[in-house]
């Protein structure tokens, strides 16, 4: 596997928390992408962060990647409800984006 | 707006049979399109990736035998699961993409149930 988490990870939090969640990943990559799924839904693109970038944000949404540790987070500042959803980080196989290797997710509960 | 459409949304097929489903981009040109099967315990298998105009390549554990692949023209792909068994349930997404460098859009899936 490419990813350090060989299971689902959950978290429970109360809206309005701020939440980090981590990926740690075995092979070199350029680029880490952050999706999220919700229920009954395919996973949608949040963030995609290249490795000449240690942080990238996106409204309430941030993103680090660190090549050293090769590991790369996602916080959420202020949750909503509408934050539940299950969070994944993915790389590409090979050069091109098509081919994905996703983690194996965290789903996240945000309790209004 | 980029959007992927796939159907039948679920469906249920007796062991042995076979069952396609099909994927549609609306909005842009899907010159790749991956399929990726989904367990329940939401871990992503990546099926195979076919590129427009090149050969379809499939992953390890999966082959065209298998799971045949259509991908005739920029909007639309299909992937048939002959000879369904319990090992082939999950939900079966499909990804397009314009270029290699762009983003990737997923369908809501196709839930396969095999009895």
């Known amino acids: 596997s490419q990813w350090g988490e060989e299971n689902l990870q959950a978290l429970s939090i109360q809206e309005g928390e701020d939440v980090t969640m981590n990926c740690s990943y075995k092979t070199y990559t350029t680029v880490v992408q952050w999706y999220r799924q919700k229920s009954g839904k395919g996973p949608a693109q949040l963030i995609l962060?290249?490795?000449?970038?240690r942080e990238k944000r996106s409204g309430r949404l941030r993103a680090t990647l660190d090549t050293s540790s090769q590991s790369s987070s996602l916080s959420i500042t202020g949750t909503l409800a509408t934050d539940t959803a299950v969070y994944f980080c993915?790389?590409?196989?090979?050069?091109?984006?098509?081919?994905?290797?996703f983690g194996a997710g965290t789903q996240l509960i945000v309790i209004p | 707006g980029a959007l992927v459409y796939q159907y039948p949304r679920r469906t249920i097929c007796k062991s042995g049979t076979s069952m396609r489903m099909e994927c549609q981009a609306v909005g842009f040109q899907a010159t790749s399109v991956a399929w990726y099967r989904q367990s329940p315990q939401k871990t992503f298998e990546l099926i195979a990736l076919?590129?427009?105009?090149?050969?379809?390549?499939?992953e390890q554990n999966f082959t065209q035998e298998k799971f045949p692949i259509s991908h005739p023209n920029l909007s639309f792909s299909s992937m048939t699961v002959l000879n369904a068994y319990l090992e082939d349930r999950g939900l079966y997404l499909c990804g397009a993409r314009y270029t290699s460098n762009t983003e990737v859009f997923f369908g809501k899936g196709t839930r396969l149930t095999v009895v």
């Open positions: 962060i290249r490795s000449n970038e």
């Open positions: 993915a790389t590409p196989q090979g050069s091109a984006l098509g081919r994905l290797h």
């Open positions: 076919s590129t427009v105009n090149s050969a379809i390549k499939y």
